[in-house]
């Protein structure tokens, strides 16, 4: 573990497209100075990545983005969501704080001490967080102001069976889950998803994840910009957990950048 790595990375596209593939728990990487403010022990922690990481999901955004008519923009998390999680809300908005996973996670995805009782996430909100959703406002921005639209297609994956951390894990566990808004989502995209990822056998709604990521300037206010989650079963692609990719990967890549073309329209 090292902090060499960026923080983030944004991939560019083709100036037409509107499309940002945003994948932001794909990556292991922890910091030193942040591994030290975790008390699990270095097996433990591994363990804890191979559970919380949606592995190998950068390497389908950029086999989906090589293969595009029109390529899309990536926006990609080069750290672990164990650093912070872009995707949550940083105040009391973030339903997870109930199970210790809000921006900043306390609990592990077993409910056990990741980091201690007091421990102050402000200085990862400032260092991490907070520069993050400032780019991802940014790429945002640029797409609107290039291509009068931008098309948020958020990439994920989740466990077989459910994990003891989840607040919704009883419902459908499909082979790919389309997490939506009802601002956001327009039903033209979902559909689109649907046709796309028909091959790859069922698609479900919002069940056993829902929502979909837009940076807050853009939350609820403006139409122009789109977004879709999608959630990939891990046992369609890979060993579980935190094994290789298998042959499944290649279909969910074809369904994706089908996704992506669709949308670039």
């Given amino acids: 573990m090292t902090s060499a790595a960026p923080s983030f990375e944004l991939l560019p596209g083709a100036a037409e497209s509107p499309v940002i593939l945003h994948v932001p728990h794909s990556a292991r990487e922890i910091p030193p100075e942040v591994r030290a403010g975790i008390v699990l022990e270095d097996s433990a922690l591994e363990r804890e990545l191979d559970h919380i990481v949606d592995a190998h999901t950068a390497r389908l955004a950029e086999r989906a983005a090589e293969a595009s008519q029109v390529t899309p923009w990536r926006f990609v998390n080069r750290l672990s969501r164990l650093v912070v999680d872009p995707e949550r809300f940083p105040d009391e908005r973030e339903e997870m704080l109930a199970v210790g996973m809000g921006a900043v996670y306390t609990r592990t995805t077993h409910r056990e001490a990741l980091r201690p009782d007091d421990f102050d996430p402000a200085p990862l909100i400032s260092r991490y967080f907070e520069p993050y ?75 056993p994840f829902s929502g979909t990521y837009v940076p807050l300037e853009f939350y609820g206010g403006d139409p122009r910009v789109s977004a879709l989650m999608i959630e990939l079963r891990r046992d369609t692609y890979m060993a579980e957990p935190g094994g290789p990719a298998g042959p499944g990967l290649t279909r969910l890549a074809r369904a994706l950048t089908a996704l992506v073309d669709a949308a670039a329209r």
């Fill in 133 to 207: 959703a400032r780019a991802m406002t940014d790429a945002v921005a640029r797409r609107l102001a290039a291509t009068g639209r931008a098309v948020i297609i958020d990439v994920h994956s989740y466990p077989t069976a459910p994990l003891p951390y989840e607040l919704h894990g009883a419902g459908p566990r499909p082979p790919v889950c389309l997490g939506t808004d009802s601002f956001h989502t327009p039903s033209e995209l979902l559909a689109a998803a649907r046709a796309a990822f028909a091959p790859c056998g069922e698609t479900g709604l919002d069940s």
